[in-house]
C-alpha cells in the first residue's frame, strides 16, 4: 500500500490552456473525493466518485471542470481554459465505502499555478 | 449558513505548554467529526475523529478531542506540546452522516522550542 499518489506535483500553465491531473487512490478503496484549498482556507470539496459512478459535485465544479473515473480505479480532474482564480492545491482522497466513519487518507496535491 | 468554525488562525506556544484548539460546527443531527493535522510539506493526515460512543476521544502523538454536542464542539487538547507539534490543524464534520467531510479554515500552531 503506497498511499493516495497524484501526478503531477506541481503544474504551472498559462491562463486559457487546459490542465489534467491524475489521482491513484489506495487499491481497496472505492470512494475517491477531489477537493481543493487555497491560502489560509480549509480544503473545500469538489466531486467525489463511488467505484466509476460521480455521485456528488459541488457548485464550485465550473461547467470548466470535468472528473472521470472510469474503471474505478485512478481519477483524472480537467481544467479547461484555466483562469488564474484556478490557482490552488488540488487534494485527492480516498476511502473505503462508509470515508465518513473512518475519514480519508489523502494525497500529497497537485499544485496548480496559473500565470 | 452551515460550517465549521475554528477560533484561532495562528496560535504560538513554548514548548511543554499546554493546548486547546476551538472548534464549533452549525450542523443539526448526527455528525462524525475529524482532527487533521498537515505538518510542514506534508499531506493531510487524521489526528483522532469521533463517530459515537465515548464524547472523549484520543487519537495519535498525545492529541485528545471532546465532543460536547450541547456546544456543537469538538476543541482539540494536548497537555504538553513538542516543537515537532507545529502544523496546521484542520477540524473536519460529516454532517447527518453525508457522504463528504467538511473542513474549517485551519490553525496554524507555531511552538517554540
Known amino acids: 500500500d503506497t498511499g493516495v499518489s497524484q501526478n503531477p506535483r506541481h503544474k504551472i500553465t498559462k491562463r486559457g490552456q487546459n490542465v489534467t491531473f491524475r489521482c491513484d487512490p489506495i487499491?481497496?478503496?472505492?470512494?475517491l473525493y477531489w477537493y481543493r484549498q487555497t491560502l489560509g482556507q480549509g480544503p473545500e470539496f469538489l466531486t467525489y466518485?463511488?467505484?466509476?459512478?460521480?455521485?456528488?459535485k459541488s457548485r464550485l465544479l465550473s461547467d470548466r471542470f470535468s472528473a472521470e473515473r472510469p474503471k474505478g480505479s485512478f481519477s483524472t480532474l480537467e481544467i479547461q481554459r484555466t483562469e488564474q482564480g484556478d490557482s490552488a492545491m488540488y487534494l485527492c482522497?480516498?476511502?473505503?465505502?462508509?470515508?465518513?466513519?473512518?475519514?480519508?487518507?489523502f494525497g500529497s496535491g497537485t499544485r496548480l499555478t496559473v500565470v | 449558513a452551515q460550517s465549521v468554525s475554528q477560533h484561532n488562525h495562528h496560535v504560538i506556544l513554548s514548548e511543554a505548554a499546554s493546548l486547546e484548539l476551538g472548534c464549533n460546527y452549525s450542523?443539526?443531527?448526527?455528525?462524525?467529526l475529524f482532527w487533521y493535522v498537515q505538518y510542514p510539506g506534508q499531506h493531510l493526515q487524521l489526528l483522532l475523529k469521533?463517530?459515537?460512543?465515548?464524547?472523549l476521544v484520543k487519537g495519535i502523538k498525545g492529541f485528545e478531542a471532546e465532543f460536547i454536542k450541547s456546544k456543537f464542539s469538538f476543541n482539540l487538547r494536548k497537555p504538553s506540546v513538542q516543537w515537532s507539534d507545529t502544523a496546521e490543524y484542520f477540524c473536519?464534520?460529516?454532517?447527518?452522516?453525508?457522504?463528504?467531510?467538511?473542513f474549517g479554515k485551519g490553525t496554524r500552531l507555531h511552538i517554540l522550542p
Open positions: 482522497a480516498s476511502s473505503p465505502r462508509w470515508g465518513q466513519n473512518y475519514g480519508y487518507t
Open positions: 487499491s481497496e478503496h472505492n470512494r
Open positions: 466518485f463511488q467505484n466509476e459512478a460521480q455521485l456528488e
Open positions: 450542523y443539526g443531527g448526527t455528525v462524525n
Open positions: 469521533y463517530f459515537s460512543g465515548d464524547p
Open positions: 473536519a464534520v460529516t454532517p447527518n452522516r453525508d457522504d463528504k467531510i467538511i
